[in-house]
């Protein structure tokens, strides 16, 4: 049997997982028994797996997400106010594809970005493409981007990406060069593409936080009416995870 020669095409073919599995077979006598379209089939799955493993590892990867947080992790007690039928049917990805936007809002140390980065998980298994930014760190980069000439290239960037986060949303003061290049974004997106912002920032104080109110009216009338609201209520967990004693008075 000429298996060396087979083994070589499926390693040009980059069928990697296919070869490993074959040779697997190969070597242990109890797939001997196993009908041939069982042992084909068994082949095939583990070279689907392995592709779909080094999807997700890419989707992750492009994404840089905060936390390495997942569905399974996600704390839903009714104590911290999820609907959690609405978080599991939002896991799906569906929103993604219909372009609409979540808004996670919440005091600071909630939960926020664990549960954002919860649901990019999910989005990235769906093979969706994901982009995590810290907004203050994003402006920063887009100010750069202004410097050198490649802002038309990375807003191109935005643009093609099926779900962008803003984490720590309107946190601090915007100008309204930034407010502009907030708009310009969430312009190219609307209606094309997925967006999620998590804020401890109420929503009815956001309008407040743009100098300009016509460009305030133009990114919330973007971002929030076609938007699922989740919002968690409790206590700071990184107080509560806190590994030093509470005190007693």
């Known amino acids: 049997m000429l298996t060396q020669p087979l083994l070589d095409k499926l390693s040009r073919l980059r069928l990697t997982a296919f070869r490993a599995a074959l040779e697997e077979q190969l070597h242990n006598p109890q797939y001997a028994a196993l009908p041939?379209?069982?042992?084909?089939?068994?082949?095939?799955?583990?070279?689907?797996?392995?592709?779909?493993?080094k999807r997700?590892?890419?989707?992750?990867?492009?994404?840089?997400?905060?936390?390495?947080?997942?569905?399974?992790?996600?704390?839903?007690?009714?104590?911290?106010?999820?609907?959690?039928s609405l978080v599991l049917h939002l896991t799906q990805g569906e929103w993604i594809a219909?372009?609409?936007n979540i808004l996670v809002l919440g005091p600071t140390g909630v939960g926020k970005t664990f549960l954002t980065c919860a649901l990019a998980h999910?989005?990235?298994?769906?093979d969706f493409t994901v982009r995590y930014y810290r907004t203050s760190r994003l402006l920063h980069q887009i100010s750069l981007a202004h410097a050198d000439g490649s802002y038309p290239k990375l807003l191109g960037t935005f643009a093609r990406t099926q779900l962008l986060i803003f984490d720590d949303w309107l946190r601090d003061p915007l100008t309204r060069s930034q407010s502009q290049d907030l708009l310009e974004i969430l312009d190219d997106r609307y209606g094309r593409s997925a967006t999620l912002v998590a804020t401890q920032v109420p929503v009815s104080e956001w309008h407040a936080r743009f100098p300009d109110p016509t460009i305030a009216d133009a990114i919330l009338d973007r971002l929030v009416h076609n938007a699922y609201r989740l919002?968690?209520?409790?206590?700071?967990?990184?107080?509560?995870?806190?590994?030093?004693?509470?005190?007693?008075?």
Do not use: N, V
């Open 122 to 126: 999910s989005a990235c298994r769906y």
């Open 36 to 53: 041939f379209e069982d042992r084909l089939g068994i082949l095939i799955d583990r070279e689907c797996t392995h592709r779909d493993d």
């Open 98 to 100: 219909q372009h609409l």
């Open 231 to 249: 919002t968690l209520r409790g206590e700071s967990r990184r107080k509560t995870d806190s590994p030093l004693p509470m005190p007693t008075t």
């Open 56 to 84: 997700l590892e890419r989707r992750l990867k492009t994404a840089r997400l905060r936390l390495p947080a997942t569905i399974e992790d996600l704390d839903m007690s009714a104590s911290r106010g999820l609907d959690r």
